[in-house]
């Protein structure tokens, strides 16, 4: 079976010369079934699934009695999105009495699955449990040298920058409800659970909870192939050293746009009101309350069926309710690539990925902090890679690890910092 045979491996060139010889071949033999099942295999490892699909459905204008091709058109038509067409296919492969039992096994969870997806309420997520190591856990300055009040000052020493490793842990949850209109508009909630816990410095500890729901709908039919609106709102808390640091709540406008078959965009517009307690570890925290603006845009360029390109751009407006040393803007920009291929080592159809990202950022605050330097405002760059390689154990579980930097620079010496990190763990999807 086509899904199920193993990939030999190869590069992405030599499959693509594969592929297009399996093509020309096929084009001179449309009647042979070898000929048409082996360009459907290559097809499907490069990811062709219509042009598999194509192969396949010739097969059986070939030969009527074949369920396994069935079942893999079955598969293949769930991948592109076309339920009820993979329904038909599976059904009609599981009236086979030739059957094998694995082969039925197979075709009957595919039914189970497409049964869930059919039904207006859907529930989708991933999870992700790993470790990480960083070289400046705290984000502390390198050095204990500082400006206070203006003039050069000394930190003790447990407030510069300390190593550490830490378990990291999240969870995102969706759901939808599908109104059943031609607009396609639905219901989604979203809730995002995040945790690092550090195995030694406590104050690095970070949690957060956040709660998103709005309905999505598409507009501009018959004019523009796809864009959906989604108004939103949403509430969370953020925890540092197991302590509230905020409490938010606020909405926005999110809006996805297929500016064609390849290029998609999405982008945010969101506003919060946040409300920072005093506590008995930040026992000034009330001076940060205050109301941020977000706005953000990406777009999504598959450039071939192994190369993804990315770009974003977001910009951040913050005013404190009375503290205006804390006012601040933020603007950034960044991209990145990923870049997908043939399992070079268990030999699986499952393909890898590598993906690079990089990201700077612009911080400028409105007015100088008199007790760190009344003469000047305070400026920030911050540049932030990395790098991930993500390896699949099967269609729902992969195996991650991505190492990072994350360096900043300041006209202020107390706001400079630079941080390794190296994190692996295993994410599942649902």
């Keep these: 079976m086509l899904m199920a045979a193993p990939a030999v491996a190869q590069t992405p060139a030599e499959l693509e010369r594969q592929y297009d010889a399996a093509f020309q071949e096929m084009l001179r033999q449309p009647a042979n079934l070898d000929v048409l099942f082996k360009f459907a295999t290559l097809a499907s490892q490069t990811g062709d699934l219509e042009g ?18 069935r079942l893999e058109l079955g598969v293949l038509y769930f991948r592109l999105g076309s339920y009820e067409v993979a329904r038909t296919y599976l059904e009609v492969a599981l009236q086979s009495p030739s059957l094998p039992p694995e082969v039925r096994s197979r075709a009957e969870k595919f039914m189970a699955e497409i049964g869930s ?39 003790n020493q447990g407030s510069v920058g300390a190593s550490d490793w830490g378990m990291v842990a999240s969870a995102q949850v969706k759901h939808s409800y599908d109104f059943g209109n031609q607009d396609r508009s639905a219901l989604e909630t979203q809730l995002t ?24 709908f598409q507009v501009f039919n018959g004019i523009f192939e796809d864009v959906t609106l989604k108004p939103l709102v949403l509430g969370g ?11 938010s709540y606020g909405g926005g406008l999110e809006t ?13 517009l969101l ?44 910009g951040t407006r913050y005013e404190t309710d009375r503290t205006p040393v804390q006012n601040y803007e933020l603007l950034g920009t960044g991209g990145g690539m990923s870049f997908r291929f043939v399992d070079p080592l268990f030999k699986s159809t499952l393909s890898w990925a590598i993906t690079v990202t990089y990201t700077y950022q612009w ?7 008199a007790t760190i330097d009344p003469t000047r405002e305070r400026r920030q760059l911050d540049s ?47």
């Design 52 to 69: 598999s699909v194509s192969a396949l459905e010739r097969m059986l204008l070939v030969n009527p009695d074949l369920p396994r091709v």
């Design 117 to 155: 997806r059919a039904s207006p309420s859907h529930f989708s997520g991933e999870v992700f449990l790993g470790w990480r190591y960083q070289s400046n856990a705290n984000f502390g300055p390198p050095t204990t040298s500082v400006l206070l009040f203006g003039q050069q000052a000394n930190l």
């Design 193 to 216: 659970l995040y945790v690092n816990r550090q195995f030694q410095l406590s104050a690095a500890n970070v949690s957060l909870v956040e709660l998103q729901i709005g309905p999505r």
């Design 237 to 247: 808390n953020l925890w540092v050293n197991d302590t509230s640091y905020y409490g």
């Design 256 to 268: 996805g746009v297929l500016l064609s078959d390849r290029l998609k965009n999405t982008t945010t």
């Design 271 to 314: 506003w919060r009101k946040h409300d920072h307690p005093d506590t008995w570890y930040l026992p000034t925290n009330s001076l940060y309350k205050g109301t941020e603006y977000t706005g953000n845009t990406s777009f999504q360029f598959q450039l071939t069926n192994q190369v993804t390109l990315m770009a974003l751009a977001s």
């Design 363 to 369: 911080w400028k605050y409105d007015v100088a902090d």
């Design 384 to 430: 932030i890679i990395n790098l991930t390689v993500a390896i699949p154990f099967d269609p729902r579980t992969t195996f991650t690890v991505t190492g990072g930097r994350f360096s900043r620079t300041s006209n202020l010496p107390n706001y400079e910092f630079d941080n390794n990190n190296i994190m692996f763990g295993i994410g599942w999807r649902f």
